[in-house]
C-alpha cells in the first residue's frame, strides 16, 4: 500500500500492541498509518498468554470473537511440586467479566487475526518499512523512512506513537532512557508436541529443588508451550533477548528433571532467553508516544508483557482522539501518569515472581514448594479469595489515582479510578457494553443529584448517553448509600469520577477534556 505523505497518527510497529491501537484509533474516527521493518508478521509462537482485560479492549474491535475461535481457554493454574499436584488457584470471573477465562492463542495468529481486521478498514499499512529518522515541533512530527523499494520519504504526522518493541528506533531517537536492568538467570521456550494425561483446560506451574518449569496447552492437539528456567547458565549469553534453539533432547531432559508427567514427541520453534526488567524514563516526549514494550520491559513470568501493552493502548487511544477533537493537550500527561506507574508495579511484581520462579538458593525453594501452594489454598477457599486473585492474575485490578473531587470508598466492581466490573444486572451489562469505546455517564436512582436536569445538560452538551440504574439493584457493588451517584465512566471502561455533585463532575470534566467543543476532525 502506498504511503501518505501526511496522516494524523504514525504507528511504528505492527506488533499486537501496535494493531491493537491502529484498530481502537480507527474506530474512534482518526486517520492512521502503521509502518513496520519486517517483511512479514512473525511465525514463532512467542506471546502466547491473552488475559480476560485483553479480550475485553479486543471485544470493542471485533477481535474478542476471532481469538476465542482460534484459541484455547484456560480456567485454572494447577502448582506442582516435583509432578505431584498441590493447590489450583482458579482463572475464573464469572460475574466479573464478560470473558471469565484466560486464552492461549500464539502471538503468530494473534497478530494474523488483528491484520486481517485491519484490511477491512481505512488504515494504510506497509511492511518492510524503517524509520531511519524523526524530527517534532509544537505542530507535529516529521519521520523519515525508507520504502520496501529503497526510496527515502517523509511523512509528516500530528503524532507519533512507538510500538516497536524493545529495541524501539522511535524511542531511540527521541532519546528516552530505559532504566532498570537484565535478569542474570536464562530460561528456555519450547513449543511441543506431547503426550500427557494433564488436563488441557489448565496451566501447571511445577516447582522442583532449583527449577521451575510451566507447562501451557496451546491451541491444536497435544500442543504445548514449555517454559522455565535453564539448570546450567554458564554457556548462555549475557545479553537480552532470544539465544540459542532447545534440542529436542535437551527438552527432554529438562521436563524428566522435573518429575513432569509429559512425553515430549517432537518439538517446532524453541530459545532460549534472558530478559530485561526496565521502564522508559518517560511515556511521552511532546507529540511522540511510547507503548508497549518500547516502553517497558520485563519477565514473562504471569504472561504480562503483551496484555500490559494492550491495555497502553486501550488508555492512550481514547486520549489522543480526543485531543485530536480539541481537548487540551495536557490529557496525554495522563497518559504517561497512569501507565508508567502501572509499568513500574508490573515490574516489580514480574521481578517477585521471577525470583520466586528461577532463584536456587534454599529458602526460595522453600517458598515456591511449601509456602505458595498453601498461601493458594488458603486465598482461594473463599468466593471473595477467589475473586480477587481474578482481578489481580487477569489485569482488572487495576485502578489509576481517583480525582480529588471525586468519592471514595466504594467496592472494587465500583470505585474511581476503577474498572466497570460486570454486575450481574444483565439490562444494565448490556447497555454498559454497548458504549464500549465512548464516555458513558451512569446514573443510580433519581435523588440527589444537584438536579437531574443538570445531569441531562451535561450530557447533551457532550453528546454523551447515561444509563440508569435502580439504586436497590447498584447497593451490592455501589454501597449501601447508592442513592444518587453518578460515574463518569472513560471509553477504557475505568471510571474517571464518581460523585453526587454534578458541578464538580463539570468541572472535573472540564479539566480533563477541556469546555465543550465542536469536534476538529
Known amino acids: ?34 509502518v513496520d521493518r519486517d517483511s512479514a508478521p512473525v511465525e514463532q509462537s512467542r506471546a502466547i498468554w491473552v488475559h480476560s482485560r485483553t479480550l475485553e479492549i479486543w471485544d470493542t474491535i471485533g477481535m474478542a470473537p476471532l481469538a476465542q475461535a482460534e484459541g484455547r481457554e484456560v480456567t485454572a493454574i494447577q502448582m506442582r511440586t516435583s509432578g505431584r499436584a498441590r493447590a489450583t488457584l482458579p482463572y475464573d470471573g464469572t460475574g466479573i467479566s464478560a470473558f471469565p477465562h484466560g486464552l492461549m492463542l500464539e502471538q503468530s495468529r494473534t497478530q494474523a487475526l488483528l491484520l486481517s481486521l485491519i484490511a477491512q478498514t481505512r488504515i494504510r499499512f506497509a511492511w518492510r518499512t524503517r524509520l531511519t529518522d524523526l524530527t517534532r515541533d509544537d505542530a507535529g512530527c516529521r519521520a523519515t523512512i525508507v520504502t520496501e523499494d529503497g526510496a527515502t520519504r517523509t511523512v509528516d504526522a500530528q503524532y507519533v506513537i512507538g510500538a516497536d518493541g524493545g529495541s524501539s528506533t522511535v524511542r531511540s531517537l527521541i532519546g528516552v532512557r530505559l532504566e532498570g536492568g537484565t535478569y542474570d538467570s536464562s530460561f528456555f ?30 491451541p491444536g492437539d497435544r500442543h504445548f508451550r514449555l517454559i522455565g528456567n535453564l539448570l546450567e547458565q554458564s554457556g548462555e549469553p549475557a545479553e537480552a533477548g532470544y539465544g540459542r534453539a532447545i534440542t529436542a533432547e535437551e527438552a527432554r531432559r529438562l521436563i524428566a528433571a522435573n518429575a513432569l508427567p509429559v512425553t515430549i514427541e517432537s518439538i517446532g520453534w524453541s530459545s532460549t532467553y534472558r530478559s530485561h526488567h526496565r521502564v522508559a524514563e518517560t511515556f511521552r516526549s511532546g507529540r511522540v508516544l511510547l507503548v508497549g514494550d518500547a516502553g517497558h520491559l520485563h519477565s514473562p513470568a504471569g504472561g504480562l508483557g503483551m496484555n500490559t501493552g494492550i491495555a497502553d493502548a486501550a488508555n492512550l487511544a481514547w486520549k489522543l482522539a480526543d485531543v485530536l477533537d480539541g481537548a487540551p493537550e495536557r490529557l496525554l500527561d495522563t497518559y504517561t501518569a497512569e501507565r508508567r506507574a502501572v509499568a513500574l508495579q508490573v515490574v516489580n511484581t514480574s521481578d517477585r515472581l521471577f525470583v520466586l520462579q528461577a532463584d536456587g538458593r ?7 514448594r511449601t509456602v505458595l501452594p498453601l498461601i493458594v489454598r488458603t486465598v482461594t477457599r473463599t468466593r471473595a479469595g477467589r475473586g ?10 487495576v485502578r489509576y489515582p481517583a480525582p480529588t473531587s471525586s468519592e471514595g470508598g466504594r467496592t472494587t466492581a465500583f470505585r474511581a479510578g476503577g474498572l466497570l466490573h460486570r454486575t450481574g444486572i444483565d439490562a444494565f451489562d448490556r447497555a454498559v457494553d454497548a458504549h464500549a469505546g465512548r464516555h458513558l455517564l451512569v446514573r443510580t436512582g433519581r435523588g440527589g443529584h444537584g438536579g437531574s436536569n443538570a445531569l441531562e445538560a451535561l450530557a447533551a452538551d457532550r453528546g454523551w448517553d447515561i444509563v440508569d440504574l435502580d439504586a436497590a439493584d447498584a447497593r451490592p457493588f455501589a454501597g449501601r ?14 471510571v474517571g469520577w464518581l460523585g453526587r455533585d454534578i458541578r464538580a463532575l463539570d468541572g472535573e470534566l472540564q479539566n480533563w477534556l477541556g469546555a465543550v467543543r465542536q469536534p476538529t476532525r
Open 1 to 34: 500500500m502506498t504511503i501518505p505523505s501526511s496522516t494524523s497518527v504514525l504507528i511504528v510497529g505492527a506488533g499486537p500492541v501496535g494493531l491493537t491501537l491502529a484498530l481502537l484509533l480507527d474506530r474512534a474516527g482518526v486517520e492512521v498509518t502503521v
Open 481 to 494: 448509600n447508592a442513592e444518587g451517584l453518578v460515574a463518569w465512566v472513560r471509553p477504557d471502561r475505568h
Open 388 to 397: 480477587l486473585a481474578f482481578r489481580v492474575l487477569s489485569g482488572a485490578f
Open 189 to 218: 521456550l519450547v513449543d511441543a508436541i506431547a503426550t500427557t494425561d494433564l488436563d488441557t483446560s489448565m496451566s501447571y506451574l511445577n516447582f522442583h529443588e532449583r527449577s521451575t518449569v510451566a507447562v501451557l496447552p496451546l
Open 362 to 368: 534454599r529458602r526460595f525453594a522453600f517458598m515456591r
